[in-house]
């Protein structure tokens, strides 16, 4: 999720030292993948460069990360976000469910790192391969909102109008990253995500005169 992500519940079970390891290891390639970008570019920055600064084997990148723009985009966050979904209160109007978990991955993210926020949501924008990317990842992200909805309402997950609103959701977030990067990350995030949410929900309403 650009720009968006959520902490894991308190109570879920801590990851095993396996999982841990694996976290880890993603974790180390991100980061040396972002301060690669940084100091040279998203374009003159290679595997080799992110697996040696990041003290792996290109392999080891590669079993991680398919390509290199899956290391900018990718994280921990869709499937908790999923679970956050499912905790919601039953009796809680979907809008409000998917709202509330949506703005708080999105404070959630920039909080934790602003900067690493504006580095991913302006490669998306200057980068035509992690644009093309985020397009074919979002199948995922919506995949698993079609999940989430289809416990929710009681609906066939594989419908038209459960696949039209999961992807809806999925493109409003990326097009809100789009929106804050090109200009020039001015303004809140999260702000921006409820202006979207707001058209998602009600449509575009009437244009002021």
């Not at 084997?57 to 899956?70: A, I, L, Q």
């Not at 979907?94 to 949501?121: C, N, P, Q």
């Not at 992690?130 to 929710?152: D, K, Y």
Request: glycine residues 6%; negative net charge.
């Amino acid at each position: 999720m650009t720009a968006a992500r959520i902490s894991p519940p308190a109570d879920r079970p801590r990851p095993g030292l396996r999982e841990r390891k694996k976290i880890k290891t993603r974790e180390a390639i991100r980061a040396a993948t972002y301060a690669l970008v940084e100091e040279q570019g998203y374009d003159a920055t290679t595997i080799d460069q992110i697996a040696e600064r990041a003290e792996v084997s290109p392999s080891t990148v590669f079993r991680y990360f398919p390509t290199k723009e899956d290391i900018v985009l990718t994280d921990e966050y869709d499937l908790v976000l999923a679970e956050e979904l499912r905790a919601r209160p039953k009796d809680e109007a979907w809008t409000d469910s998917i709202r509330h978990i949506m703005l708080a991955a999105a404070r959630t993210g920039i909080k934790d790192d602003f900067e690493v926020a504006k580095l991913r949501t302006r490669l998306l924008v200057d980068v035509p391969a992690v644009r093309s990317r985020m397009m074919e990842s979002m199948s995922v992200t919506g995949r698993l909102l079609c999940g989430a909805i289809a416990e929710r309402t009681g609906r066939d997950p594989d419908s038209l109008e459960v696949r039209v609103h999961a992807m809806s959701l999925a493109g409003g977030l990326m097009e809100t990253s789009l929106y804050w990067a090109e200009n020039g990350h001015q303004g809140d995030f999260p702000a921006l995500l409820d202006r979207a949410l707001d058209v998602l929900q009600h449509g575009l309403g009437e244009e002021d005169s």
